[in-house]
T-cell receptor, first 109, second 114 residues
Framework: SQQGEEDPQALSIQEGENATMNCSYK?????LQWYRQNSGRGLVHLIL?????REKHSGRLRVTLDTSKKSSSLLITASRAADTASYFC?????????FGAGTTVTVRA | KAGVTQTPRYLIKTRGQQVTLSCSPI?????VSWYQQTPGQGLQFLFE???????NKGNFPGRFSGRQFSNSRSEMNVSTLELGDSALYLC?????????????FGDGTRLSIL
């Protein structure tokens, strides 16, 4: 079963703009992870944020975690065509990892 | 460092047959997980192996099985194939703990059932 739910399901932005997607979940978690998947490829790990952390950065990526609201957001700044992909959040709880349905991001040139 | 390697990349089978998929994890990684990805169900966890033992299992029928060898390589077997088994099967490896460490995915095996 999928615990994390991403919002929106799809996002289309212009190159150079920022993209924000959200992940909501239902039960307590140990950590939350974000992955990217390009068409026809496997998933690539982006960021892992633990339940006692509130924000993490990696290059143009910024992830926030609000455990009181059971939600996380992924911000991609200054988007590029190469950022076109599906983005998944995964929640870890009791040694189980559950993936959401993903957000499809299209970056227009 | 070589990434996670899955073979074969594409496979076509007919209903009732069985299939074996292979996964070679990143060197030094001892945890190997398998996922099924379909447009309708998304990414579904199949099972995780660590040190040749199945440590976690998802909600799939017994037709889906796997094993891990002493060199951490893993295989997944699906018997009595059904049309609904058509999917992208992804393997991922992590150092020791698939839920608390980044997972490294292979590019998957695309299985089509006719």
């Amino acid at each position: 079963s999928q615990q994390g739910e991403e919002d929106p399901q799809a996002l289309s932005i212009q190159e150079g703009e920022n993209a924000t997607m959200n992940c909501s979940y239902k039960t307590s978690i140990n950590n939350l992870q974000w992955y990217r998947q390009n068409s026809g490829r496997g998933l690539v790990h982006l960021i892992l944020i633990r339940s006692n952390e509130r924000e993490k950065h990696s290059g143009r990526l910024r992830v926030t975690l609000d455990t009181s609201k059971k939600s996380s957001s992924l911000l991609i700044t200054a988007s590029r065509a190469a950022d076109t992909a599906s983005y998944f959040c995964a929640t870890a709880n009791d040694y189980k990892l559950s993936f959401g349905a993903g957000t499809t991001v299209t970056v227009r040139a | 460092k070589a990434g996670v390697t899955q073979t074969p990349r594409y496979l076509i089978k007919t209903r009732g047959q069985q299939v074996t998929l292979s996964c070679s994890p990143i060197s030094g990684h001892r945890s190997v997980s398998w996922y099924q990805q379909t447009p309708g169900q998304g990414l579904q966890f199949l099972f995780e192996y660590f040190s040749e033992t199945q440590r976690n299992k998802g909600n799939f029928p017994g037709r889906f099985s796997g094993r891990q060898f002493s060199n951490s390589r893993s295989e997944m077997n699906v018997s009595t194939l059904e049309l609904g088994d058509s999917a992208l099967y992804l393997c991922a490896s992590s150092l020791t703990d698939y839920s608390n460490q980044p997972q490294h995915f292979g590019d998957g095996t695309r299985l089509s059932i006719l």
